[in-house]
Antibody
Framework: VQLVESGGGLVQPGGSLTLSCAAS????????MSWIRQAPGKGLEWISY????????IYIDSVKGRFSISRDNVRNIVSLHMSSLGVEDTATYYC??????????WGQGTLVTVSS | QSVVTQPPSASGTPGQRVTISCSGS????????VNWYHQVPGTAPKLLIY???QRPSGVPGRFSGSKSGTSASLAISGLQSEDEADYYC???????????FGGGTKLTVL
């Protein structure tokens, strides 16, 4: 199982950013996928998951209406589009396999810094 | 403030047995299975224990998990220097409709 995130970087408050995660080594379309973040020096916070076929997704309250998760089961990619970003969204964002039940494999993470 | 509580720190000497607690409520730990992850700073978390007490392939037998009611525990026996890491418990929360993580426990091997 390999999960490789990309798309992180520096963004101004109020800006937008899209993260991507390329999956390999397993049958991508069989698994829910999640995004989890970790603010600098802080703990883990699960943000969202998307069902295996992409028909269902849920979010934590703090990102509802601002973040959108999607997936492409042909290219084996899961994405997180983030808008109206605030400094509180600064974190390393991890893509992870699972979400409907067990979350078992994680990517190496991509850092998002929201700053002016 | 996490809805699942862990001690912020734990420590032990090589060879000792240490336990890390994870306290939740009826909507998370009390009604769903608990998973444990460990994270060496600067790296991604890795699954250590799932379904309260199951070890993924490759995880040594000196790591064990248990759950009773709204609390869970991770035990590490025969402590080794490479066990120094942050440890997190996690469970699905039926009320929040979200995965919740404990605040994490930093394990120091003295």
């Amino acid at each position: 199982v390999q999960l490789v995130e990309s798309g992180g970087g520096l963004v101004q408050p109020g800006g937008s950013l899209t993260l991507s995660c390329a999956a390999s080594g397993f049958t991508f379309s069989d698994f829910y996928m999640s995004w989890i973040r970790q603010a600098p020096g802080k703990g883990l916070e699960w943000i969202s998951y998307i069902s295996s076929r992409g028909s269902n997704s849920i979010y934590i309250d703090s990102v509802k209406g601002r973040f959108s998760i999607s997936r492409d089961n042909v290219r084996n990619i899961v994405s997180l589009h983030m808008s109206s970003l605030g400094v509180e969204d600064t974190a390393t964002y991890y893509c992870a396999r699972g979400g409907g039940s067990l979350i078992d494999h994680w990517g190496q993470g991509t850092l998002v810094t929201v700053s002016s | 403030q996490s809805v699942v509580t862990q001690p912020p720190s734990a420590s032990g000497t090589p060879g000792q047995r240490v336990t890390i607690s994870c306290s939740g409520s009826g909507s998370n730990v009390g009604s769903n299975t608990v998973n444990w992850y460990h994270q060496v700073p600067g790296t991604a978390p890795k699954l250590l224990i799932y379904n309260n007490s199951q070890r993924p392939s490759g995880v040594p037998g000196r790591f064990s998990g248990s759950k009773s009611g709204t609390s869970a525990s991770l035990a590490i026996s025969g402590l080794q220097s490479e066990d120094e890491a942050d440890y997190y418990c996690a469970a699905w929360d039926d009320s929040l409709t979200a995965w919740v993580f404990g605040g994490g426990t930093k394990l120091t091997v003295l």
